[in-house]
């Protein structure tokens, strides 16, 4: 006789993941969100600028930006990023009893859907988003190729920083799903080339040519013109980042590094905290039957972490960078569990004392953060 749902520690602390979420978004609203509004009262009217495709979208459905438009987007972003996640889930491993600490550790993860929830309206989950779609989308031709070059020319132009962030993970995606199963030809090796080439040329574009031509006086009263509420200036403090170049990028970060760099320990210890998924995680890599496609996994989640590392060099937010390394960590666990394997991988034991203590831990972190951890 199975004992009462509330007696089970895994649903239990399911349901206190749900109760955090709550907390953490209801934290989020009574903030001022100064980098989300002003994402989408940025477009395209003076030209071609980085980090403006949001705001361009917005203004041919409003002309006047109200604050609350933040989160009632972001919002319906998270949720759909959160369904398709539980679709994804469901169709890689299932929901039972057996699998409900691996999704515990996964979309329950402080580094997941709850940092999400804290930077509601920052540009991250689009990347997310984007390799979600790709991992349910069917991998049969060449058009799934075509489809991950679209999505990343969109997160570019959402922000140039997904070159490192989340483009990485859809290559990886990309070769795990398409090419190791329909092999190598010319057409769609030359397909791939110009894609990441196409996808390269934007983002120097991006990087090096899309700073506001403007002053920045009258880059601040058009932004004015377009807030439904012109009298808070507060939400405009930064309009600086149409105007700085990388080095300026740079040199923050490196003068920031020596209070940053005492971050890193907590992020070593969240990470460790996730043992019990690690061990997991190997083992579904050790699993796959082909020794080719061991090697490219591991390749590929070394060039991933190599990407974000240079991200560590380049911008300080560092929480949201780990975060958002882990979170594509999941998500190619999944591309990974769709290889071919030699034999079943044990899913994570949900009766042993050390891996539920972790979980529960795991469960009342409320978000990892933006810049600092918590």
């Not at 990023?81 to 890689?92: D, H, K, M, N």
């Not at 999505?151 to 990309?174: A, E, N, Q, R």
């Not at 004015?224 to 403090?237: H, V, Y």
């Not at 999941?330 to 050390?354: E, Q, T």
């Amino acid at each position: 006789m199975k004992p009462p749902p509330w007696q089970n520690p895994w649903r239990v602390m399911l349901a206190v993941n749900v109760a955090v979420l709550i907390g953490v978004f209801w934290h989020k609203v009574l903030l001022p969100p100064w980098v989300p509004y002003i994402h989408l009262v940025v477009d395209y009217h003076f030209g071609f600028i980085k980090r403006a495709l949001i705001g361009a979208i917005v203004s041919l459905v409003v002309d006047k930006v109200p604050v609350w438009l933040v989160f009632a987007l972001a919002g319906t972003v998270w949720l759909i990023t959160l369904g398709l996640f539980i679709r994804l889930f469901q169709r890689t491993f299932g929901f039972d009893e057996k699998t409900l600490p691996l999704f515990l550790f996964t979309a329950a993860s402080p580094f997941f859907f709850k940092n999400f929830m804290h930077s509601l309206g920052h540009f991250d989950i689009y990347g997310c988003l984007a390799a979600i779609i790709l991992l349910l989308a069917p991998a049969r031709s060449i058009g799934f190729v075509l489809l991950a070059a679209l999505l990343s020319i969109i997160l570019i132009l959402i922000h140039h920083i997904h070159l490192l962030m989340y483009v990485p993970t859809i290559g990886v995606i990309v070769v795990l799903r398409y090419y190791l199963s329909a092999g190598i030809n010319r057409t769609n090796v030359a397909v791939g080339v110009i894609a990441t080439l196409a996808i390269g040329a934007l983002f120097i574009a991006a990087q090096f040519w899309g700073t506001m031509p403007i002053p920045a006086p009258q880059f601040i009263d058009y932004l004015k013109s377009r807030m439904a509420d012109p009298s808070r200036t507060d939400l405009l403090s930064f309009a600086y980042i149409w105007y700085q170049p990388l080095s300026k990028e740079i040199s923050d970060t490196w003068a920031r590094m020596p209070s940053n760099i005492l971050g890193v320990p907590v992020f070593a210890l969240l990470i460790w905290l996730h043992t019990p998924l690690w061990r997991y995680y190997a083992d579904t890599i050790r699993a796959l039957r082909e020794d080719l496609h061991r090697r490219l996994v591991v390749a590929a989640l070394t060039g991933v972490t190599l990407g974000y590392l240079i991200m560590f060099a380049i911008v300080f937010d560092y929480s949201r960078w780990v975060s958002n390394w882990a979170v594509c960590m999941f998500l190619i666990l999944h591309a990974v569990k769709m290889l071919p394997a030699s034999r079943a991988v044990a899913p994570i034991p949900a009766d042993d004392r050390k891996t539920t203590i972790f979980a529960a831990i795991v469960t009342l972190i409320p978000r990892v953060g933006i810049v600092r951890p918590f």
